[in-house]
Structure formats: C-alpha cells, structure tokens
C-alpha cells in the first residue's frame, strides 16, 4: 500500500469517527430526555459500596438488575466467604431514584446458607415504570462463630425505557 492511499483511508476513518461522535452524544441526550428524573449520582460514590478491609471472613458480594422488555426487571445476588461459616446471606432490595434519593419499591426474601461460603439469590419479572432510574441494594453478611461481618453493595442504576 502508498502512501497516499494510506493517509486517504487514515483521513476517511478520522472523518468517520468525527461524525459519530455527536451520535454517540445524541444518543445519550435521547435517553436522559426519556427520564421523568434528573440523573442519579454514580453508585460508585454511593456510602457502603465497599466491605471494611479489615473483614476475615466477609469476601465480596454483589447485586445484579437486568431489563427484561415490558416493565419487567430480573435482580439478583450473590455472597462470598473466604472459608465455610456458620452462616453466610444475602437480601436483594430494588430501588427507584426519585429525584432527591433512592427509594426501596421491592424487597426480596433473605437468602442463609448453613456451613457454607456462598449464598445467591434471585428474583424474576418486577414490574417497573418506565423513564425512571433503577439500581439494585444488596445487603451482605456472615456469621463465624462469635464474628459477624455485614456491608451493602450497590449496582450501576438502569433507565427503563418509554
């Protein structure tokens, strides 16, 4: 290949790229314009995102939120211990973003593992309204004999679609 038919094609791809990147932005514009909500704050600043460094037992954690089409969303969750403990849980806890905070809209059933170093839970087709934010809040714990460790973890919120 010469050089000229080189820098052409360089130029044709910065072009490219150029002109995507308004479309990139309107597509964001698009779907913040669908919210009824301003956006929320980034859940990676949220309090409580991170289990104390000084947890033995308590390893990590996380709660999950997938669109499912129709106003429907699927959450679920999942614990980890470093060993087996005595009892090891998780609660999932759907939450909408009002403007101002997050609100609990769904609750889900406390899940405890016996002798175990791992707990999941799941909960399937929860109807949501459409143009507002929604995030999962799951709560982690442990027991091992007389210790007990605990924490929340945040998902990314998700904007149901109009």
Not at 103 to 121: F, H, L, M, Q
């Amino acid at each position: 290949m010469n050089k000229k038919t080189f820098s052409f094609r360089s130029v044709l791809l910065m072009l490219l790229i150029i002109a995507l990147i308004p479309a990139l932005g309107f597509a964001h514009d698009a779907a913040a314009a669908q919210a009824k909500t301003s956006l929320p704050p980034s859940s990676f600043l949220a309090p409580n995102t991170i289990f104390h460094p000084d947890f033995d037992f308590l390893e990590k954690g996380q709660g999950y939120l997938s669109y499912q089409g129709d106003n429907k969303v699927n959450i679920w969750g999942e614990t980890y211990g470093t060993v087996r403990v005595n009892e090891i849980g998780i609660q999932v806890t759907l939450q909408r973003w009002t403007g101002s905070t997050w609100t609990d809209v769904y609750i889900g059933a406390s899940v405890k593992e016996r002798n175990a170093a791992y707990a999941y839970t799941s909960v399937r087709d929860i109807s949501v309204l459409s143009g507002y934010y929604y995030r999962v809040k799951a709560y982690h714990w442990i027991r091992k004999d007389n210790t007990t460790e605990s924490g929340y973890r945040y998902s990314s919120s998700y904007l149901i679609p109009e």
